[in-house]
T-cell receptor, first 112, second 115 residues
Framework: TQLLEQSPQFLSIQEGENLTVYCNSS?????LQWYRQEPGEGPVLLVT?????EVKKLKRLTFQFGDARKDSSLHITAAQPGDTGLYLC????????????FGQGTILTVHP | NAGVTQTPKFRVLKTGQSMTLLCAQD?????MYWYRQDPGMGLRLIHY???????AKGEVPDGYNVSRLKKQNFLLGLESAAPSQTSVYFC??????????????FGPGTRLTVT
């Protein structure tokens, strides 16, 4: 069974601060995705990383896939209240019919 | 374009009652999934389907059954609800061979309370 440990579980910061969320596993994933979920809605995909060491940027969000494809991080620069939400990492195994293993999630609150 | 829809949005059941949650997608996706989301536990896969007429067990299948009679619909059934099944249920769909992405598209969720 593949497991993804996500940390921290909760993050409460002030507008303008930087933050990093981590996603770690002892298993290798063929790809790793980050989703964002707002209250009362389903998760929405932010990014997919596939290659070990890959870095992707989405405006103020930077996503990195570990060299060994066992871990990933999400870094937000100058957080804004609109970044508030639940962030989920999800890993895909090699032959899994698109099945994903999700981390526990990080609840981010950005105060104005 | 509706994407993934779920019915109902909210439901309260008494222990032992049964119900069916309906998921529909209009994106012609082959793969569909049912998850439950509980605080601090992320999303856990209940059952999934890789095509019309096929279903398979996920991580937490006990107490649930599913059917995929039509490609666009995926039904989740609870035969005898238990308080431990109080949760938010999400349906998702994805397309196979979509490059490296396998992006899953989620519905808005069904909040189920079993008393």
């Amino acid at each position: 069974t593949q497991l993804l440990e996500q940390s921290p579980q909760f993050l409460s910061i002030q507008e303008g601060e930087n933050l990093t969320v981590y996603c770690n596993s002892s298993s290798v994933f063929s790809s790793l995705q980050w989703y964002r979920q707002e209250p009362g809605e389903g998760p929405v995909l932010l990014v997919t990383v596939v290659t070990g060491g890959e870095v992707k940027k989405l405006k103020r969000l930077t996503f990195q896939f570990g060299d060994a494809r066992k871990d990933s991080s999400l870094h937000i620069t100058a957080a804004q209240p609109g970044d508030t939400g639940l962030y989920l990492c999800a890993g895909k195994g090699g032959t899994s019919y698109g099945k994903l293993t999700f981390g526990q999630g990080t609840i981010l609150t950005v105060h104005p | 374009n509706a994407g993934v829809t779920q019915t109902p949005k909210f439901r309260v059941l008494k222990t032992g009652q049964s119900m069916t949650l309906l998921c529909a997608q209009d994106m012609n996706h082959e793969y569909m999934y049912w998850y439950r989301q509980d605080p601090g536990m992320g999303l856990r896969l209940i059952h999934y389907s890789v095509g019309e007429g096929t279903t398979a067990k996920g991580e937490v299948p006990d107490g649930y059954n599913v059917s995929r009679l039509k490609k666009q619909n995926f039904l989740l059934g609870l035969e005898s609800a238990a308080p431990s099944q109080t949760s938010v249920y999400f349906c998702a769909s994805s397309a196979p061979f979509s490059g490296s992405s396998y992006e899953q598209y989620f519905g808005p969720g069904t909040r189920l309370t079993v008393t």
